[in-house]
């Protein structure tokens, strides 16, 4: 396993942060609470999901870690980039990129955790992340865990971590199961003989059952035609009762049928009188008058038309405004002939007059004209006076007229209602009528109990067929029982003998050999482990005195010239020294693997705690030198010095920034 690419959103101190890895020895170096450990708590987070909520940077509900790495399979690099997305209420999920297959897959946060432990090849049997702990990542001021503490709870543990990390457990899984398959077998055996003897028990089982089952087809034989002819005539009787019961149902509709129309003949019936009330008015009205209906309707007869009456009024208005113009003129002229007369000179040109006689002549004949025009005025305003009268006639006839429709109008609608009234009569009679023809309700309740009594009897000879037919069912299911019982009986003869056989095979070949190859291979485990950490020890430890050495529980065995020292008992550089000698040896153990998890990852946080300032440079030295094709180391030590990046983490108004340098830069 190889990282690539971290991103970081809001995570703890880092709001927004994106790192290349490079591969060999990379060095994560800030001041104390810069952010260095969150890269190494966020890569754990990415592939194994764990507290992930406490990771989300304070005052933000969301977060993302966005991880890449490589994983060998043979010669080919397989990429793939695990994507968790973060939240302080709800768990979230994420999803994962396989570069390869150019694909990509969405996950809950429990199924994405598998999928990242069976890509990188952690057995599913095992705790991924305690394997990762114990072979890959040693946190801070936790590279003591696996060897320190002598309980036997302890040692277990650290012996569970590493027979899983090692897929150890199939040996003990397969002489476990060997064991229980012999055992099963002896028991099988066991029973198996004594089912032997029911053989000839079971044959003339065999003949009473076969006896038994001919006797109920007879029996059912003849109740089948009986339940027959109960059943049709329970259907009959149903049919008969269901068909009158349907009929009777009918009388609650005709009744509310009829309710509905006794109750429109009601509403019908107060909307004549409320019709009657207001013709009375109206006819009072037309009496108030002085003229009976008849006469009304025979004067409306007569009427002209008002526009006609109201145009031949002005045209007399017309008339007698010219006559009076006329008048007016005439009596003008006689005056001016008077006036002539009087003078005797003209009074228009001034001339002299030599006679009044002629002026007299045209002052009778000017007098008599105006006399005629008043007397024609006279004859005119008495035309225009009975048109007048007759105007005012005809205007009181026409709201006479109104009147008269409006009674007209009610009489129609109470026609119209009385007609509705006596169709509603007719047909309430003719639902009564209906209603006498229906069924009375004596006639149901015979047949619904006629129709019970035919049910019952069909149900009586039902339950004894269906009786007759379970004993049938049961005793053919009992005879197929026991002919199956019989064959395997006799199979058994044979599988007694062939399980006689596996039995000895497991005992004296099978147990032994899976034993023999689990210790050879523990053992061998054991011995690379033990060379690889008192190699480790030699290159951290300077003192020569002291060796160390591993049991078959890979406890940590410290000797002093030849005397076995207590951990507790070991200085501080010491006890650094050895547990980082553990987990250097256990990496290089792992990446020896054939198959399964063998990571070229290695990540250290502060390895060089406990360590003296003398003994510091040597084992940044031993560190620098680590064959891993990748480790992260995360300290503030400045002492090393073969490195391929350093990335230098600082922070800055609480946020976390990042700075990458390839090693000389």
Same mark, same amino acid.
């Given at each position: 396993?190889?990282?690539?690419?971290?991103?970081?959103?809001?995570?703890?101190?880092?709001?927004?942060?994106?790192?290349?890895?490079?591969?060999?020895?990379?060095?994560?170096?800030?001041?104390?609470?810069?952010?260095?450990?969150?890269?190494?708590?966020?890569?754990?987070?990415?592939?194994?999901?764990?507290?992930?909520?406490?990771?989300?940077?304070?005052?933000?509900?969301?977060?993302?870690?966005?991880?890449?790495?490589?994983?060998?399979?043979?010669?080919?690099?397989?990429?793939?980039?695990?994507?968790?997305?973060?939240?302080?209420?709800?768990?979230?999920?994420?999803?994962?990129?396989?570069?390869?297959? #150019?694909? #990509?897959?969405?996950?809950?946060?429990?199924?994405?955790?598998?999928?990242?432990?069976?890509?990188?090849?952690?057995?599913?049997?095992?705790?991924?992340?305690?394997?990762?702990?114990?072979?890959?990542?040693?946190?801070?001021?936790?590279?003591?865990?696996?060897?320190?503490?002598?309980?036997?709870?302890?040692?277990?543990?650290?012996?569970?971590?590493?027979?899983?990390?090692?897929?150890?457990?199939?040996?003990?899984?397969?002489?476990?199961?060997?064991?229980?398959?012999?055992?099963?077998?002896?028991?099988?055996?066991?029973?198996?003989?004594?089912?032997?003897?029911?053989?000839?028990?079971?044959?003339?089982?065999?003949?009473?059952?076969?006896?038994?089952?001919?006797?109920?087809?007879?029996?059912?034989?003849?109740?089948?035609?009986?339940?027959?002819?109960?059943?049709?005539?329970?259907?009959?009787?149903?049919?008969?009762?269901?068909?009158?019961?349907?009929?009777?149902?009918?009388?609650?509709?005709?009744?509310?049928?009829?309710?509905?129309?006794?109750?429109?003949?009601?509403?019908?019936?107060?909307?004549?009188?409320?019709?009657?009330?207001?013709?009375?008015?109206?006819?009072?009205?037309?009496?108030?008058?002085?003229?009976?209906?008849?006469?009304?309707?025979?004067?409306?007869?007569?009427?002209?038309?008002?526009?006609?009456?109201?145009?031949?009024?002005?045209?007399?208005?017309?008339?007698?405004?010219?006559?009076?113009?006329?008048?007016?003129?005439?009596?003008?002229?006689?005056?001016?002939?008077?006036?002539?007369?009087?003078?005797?000179?003209?009074?228009?040109?001034?001339?002299?007059?030599?006679?009044?006689?002629?002026?007299?002549?045209?002052?009778?004949?000017?007098?008599?004209?105006?006399?005629?025009?008043?007397?024609?005025?006279?004859?005119?305003?008495?035309?225009?006076?009975?048109?007048?009268?007759?105007?005012?006639?005809?205007?009181?006839?026409?709201?006479?007229?109104?009147?008269?429709?409006?009674?007209?109008?009610?009489?129609?609608?109470?026609?119209?209602?009385?007609?509705?009234?006596?169709?509603?009569?007719?047909?309430?009679?003719?639902?009564?009528?209906?209603?006498?023809?229906?069924?009375?309700?004596?006639?149901?309740?015979?047949?619904?109990?006629?129709?019970?009594?035919?049910?019952?009897?069909?149900?009586?000879?039902?339950?004894?067929?269906?009786?007759?037919? #379970?004993?049938?069912?049961?005793?053919?299911?009992?005879?197929?029982?026991?002919?199956?019982?019989?064959?395997?009986?006799?199979?058994?003869?044979?599988?007694?003998?062939?399980?006689?056989?596996?039995?000895?095979?497991?005992?004296?070949?099978?147990?032994?050999?899976?034993?023999?190859?689990?210790?050879?291979?523990?053992?061998?485990?054991?011995?690379?482990?033990?060379?690889?950490?008192?190699?480790?020890?030699?290159?951290?430890?300077?003192?020569?005195?002291?060796?160390?050495?591993?049991?078959?529980?890979?406890?940590?065995?410290?000797?002093?010239?030849?005397?076995?020292?207590?951990?507790?008992?070991?200085?501080?550089?010491?006890?650094?020294?050895?547990?980082?000698?553990?987990?250097?040896?256990?990496?290089?153990?792992?990446?020896?693997?054939?198959?399964?998890?063998?990571?070229?990852?290695?990540?250290?946080?502060?390895?060089?705690?406990?360590?003296?300032?003398?003994?510091?440079?040597?084992?940044?030295?031993?560190?620098?030198?680590?064959?891993?094709?990748?480790?992260?180391?995360?300290?503030?030590?400045?002492?090393?010095?073969?490195?391929?990046?350093?990335?230098?983490?600082?922070?800055?108004?609480?946020?976390?920034?990042?700075?990458?340098?390839?090693?000389?830069?």
């Amino acid at each position: 396993m190889i990282i690539k690419k971290l991103i970081l959103e809001n995570i703890r101190s880092h709001e927004s942060t994106e790192i290349e890895f490079a591969e060999g020895k990379t060095l994560i170096r800030g001041d104390i609470g810069s952010g260095k450990s969150s890269i190494m708590m966020s890569i754990e987070a990415a592939l194994f999901g764990k507290r992930l909520k406490k990771l989300v940077r304070l005052g933000e509900e969301s977060g993302k870690i966005e991880l890449t790495f490589e994983i060998k399979d043979e010669n080919l690099r397989k990429k793939y980039t695990v994507i968790r997305k973060l939240s302080t209420s709800t768990q979230k999920g994420g999803e994962i990129i396989y570069h390869n297959e #150019r694909n #990509r897959k969405e996950f809950s946060a429990e199924e994405l955790s598998i999928e990242v432990t069976r890509i990188l090849g952690i057995n599913e049997s095992a705790n991924a992340q305690e394997i990762f702990h114990a072979f890959v990542l040693a946190k801070q001021k936790e590279l003591e865990k696996l060897i320190e503490g002598g309980r036997k709870s302890d040692v277990n543990e650290r012996t569970t971590i590493l027979m899983k990390a090692f897929e150890m457990e199939a040996y003990k899984f397969a002489i476990d199961n060997a064991g229980r398959l012999n055992q099963r077998i002896k028991d099988r055996t066991i029973g198996k003989k004594g089912e032997i003897k029911k053989l000839d028990e079971i044959e003339e089982n065999i003949l009473r059952k076969n006896d038994r089952i001919n006797k109920l087809n007879k029996e059912l034989e003849v109740i089948s035609q009986t339940l027959k002819v109960k059943k049709e005539k329970y259907i009959s009787k149903k049919d008969e009762y269901d068909k009158v019961k349907e009929e009777r149902a009918k009388i609650t509709v005709i009744n509310t049928l009829i309710r509905s129309k006794e109750e429109e003949i009601k509403d019908k019936k107060e909307e004549i009188q409320t019709n009657d009330k207001k013709r009375n008015v109206k006819k009072d009205k037309l009496i108030e008058s002085g003229k009976t209906i008849e006469q009304i309707r025979k004067g409306l007869e007569n009427l002209v038309t008002l526009d006609e009456l109201k145009k031949k009024e002005d045209r007399l208005t017309e008339q007698i405004t010219h006559l009076k113009m006329d008048k007016n003129r005439k009596g003008d002229d006689a005056k001016r002939y008077e006036e002539i007369r009087k003078d005797g000179r003209c009074t228009t040109c001034g001339r002299e007059i030599s006679s009044s006689s002629g002026y007299d002549e045209l002052i009778s004949t000017a007098n008599m004209e105006k006399e005629d025009i008043e007397k024609e005025i006279v004859k005119i305003n008495e035309e225009k006076k009975s048109i007048r009268e007759t105007i005012e006639e005809n205007q009181k006839n026409k709201d006479l007229e109104r009147d008269l429709e409006e009674i007209d109008g009610i009489d129609e609608v109470n026609k119209r209602l009385n007609e509705r009234i006596q169709g509603l009569t007719d047909e309430i009679d003719q639902q009564k009528v209906k209603l006498d023809k229906l069924p009375d309700k004596n006639k149901v309740e015979l047949l619904d109990e006629e129709q019970k009594r035919a049910e019952e009897e069909f149900h009586n000879e039902n339950n004894k067929s269906t009786i007759i037919n #379970r004993d049938l069912q049961n005793e053919t299911n009992n005879l197929n029982e026991m002919k199956l019982e019989l064959k395997k009986l006799k199979q058994t003869k044979l599988d007694i003998n062939r399980l006689d056989e596996i039995n000895e095979w497991l005992n004296k070949y099978f147990i032994n050999t899976v034993q023999l190859i689990e210790d050879h291979v523990i053992h061998t485990i054991n011995y690379k482990f033990n060379e690889l950490f008192k190699e480790w020890f030699e290159l951290l430890v300077e003192d020569t005195s002291k060796t160390v050495r591993v049991d078959e529980k890979f406890t940590p065995i410290i000797e002093q010239n030849e005397f076995e020292q207590e951990y507790e008992e070991l200085s501080g550089g010491e006890k650094a020294g050895i547990a980082l000698a553990y987990r250097l040896a256990l990496n290089s153990l792992i990446r020896q693997q054939p198959i399964g998890f063998r990571p070229e990852l290695l990540m250290l946080d502060e390895p060089t705690d406990g360590f003296s300032k003398e003994q510091l440079t040597k084992v940044s030295n031993i560190l620098s030198d680590i064959e891993n094709e990748q480790v992260i180391i995360v300290s503030h030590n400045q002492e090393f010095t073969i490195l391929d990046q350093i990335i230098n983490v600082t922070k800055e108004n609480d946020i976390s920034k990042i700075q990458t340098q390839s090693y000389g830069d």
